[in-house]
């Protein structure tokens, strides 16, 4: 059974540019969850998604956005990048919402420069 | 505020001795507590949920136990693959779908 797939791995961007992450949960899992982690912030939620429908959000600015797809992939975006959003981001999928078992990803690595 | 703290930051360990790591909490309502294991370069790996005050449970050599206040994580003759970071999680009542992690320890075990 392959685990959560997270593309690409590493990314380099530039302040004020966009980006867009990807995650392919498990087959089967229905909820996706996204968390940002920093060396000095640790691993902080940004937002859950479950049936196409954003069901908790973070304490992030607007310019953190994401969805998910009736296949349950999701993706999330980044607007007008800052040094700041230098980070890991992990996608973490579970069968349903509030499971205790979540899955995650090995993550997006972004450098914004 | 709902808050997680995990204490030591770093651990040093010789296979085979025995240590304790600590999670803090507070939250307004504990609907579960988790514990999870992340590797160099990869996600967290679950280990445990617990969910009331007096719950235990075990994996190989680990044991998490639950009081109303922290959590512990009971590290049992380590070996040097047991060497990650542990981290401390808590999901409120009526905020589901969100874990709020604490900073994690390091845990390093020598052969």
């Known amino acids: 059974k392959a685990g959560v797939t997270q593309t690409p791995r590493y990314l380099i961007k530039t302040r004020g540019q966009q980006v867009t992450l990807s995650c392919s949960p498990i087959?089967?899992?229905?909820?996706v969850s996204w968390y940002q982690q920093t060396p000095g912030q640790g691993l902080q939620f940004l937002f859950e998604?479950?049936?196409?429908?954003?069901?908790n959000k973070g304490n992030f600015p607007g310019r953190f956005s994401g969805r998910q797809f009736s296949n349950s992939r999701s993706e999330m975006n980044v607007s007008t990048l800052e040094l700041g959003d230098s980070a890991l981001y992990l996608c973490?999928?579970?069968?349903?919402?509030?499971?205790?078992?979540?899955?995650f990803g090995s993550g997006t690595q972004l450098s914004v420069l | 505020e709902d808050q997680v703290t995990q204490s030591p930051e770093a651990l040093r360990l010789q296979e085979g001795e025995s240590s304790s790591l600590n999670c803090s909490y507070t939250?307004?309502?504990?609907?579960?507590l988790f514990w999870y294991r992340q590797d160099p370069g990869k996600g967290p790996e679950f280990l445990f949920t617990?969910?009331?005050a007096g719950e235990e449970k075990e994996k190989e050599r680990l044991k998490a136990t639950l009081t109303k206040k922290e959590s512990f994580l009971h590290i049992t003759a380590p070996k040097p693959e047991d060497s990650a970071t542990y981290l401390c999680?808590?999901?409120?009542?009526?905020?589901?779908?969100?874990?709020?992690f604490g900073q994690g320890t390091t845990l390093q075990v020598k052969p």
């Open positions: 973490a999928s579970s069968l349903l919402r509030g499971d205790e078992k979540l899955f």
């Open positions: 087959s089967g899992h229905r909820s």
């Open positions: 998604y479950f049936s196409e429908t954003q069901r």
């Open positions: 939250v307004s309502g504990l609907r579960g």
């Open positions: 617990l969910y009331s």
């Open positions: 999680a808590v999901q409120a009542a009526g905020n589901t779908g969100k874990l709020i």
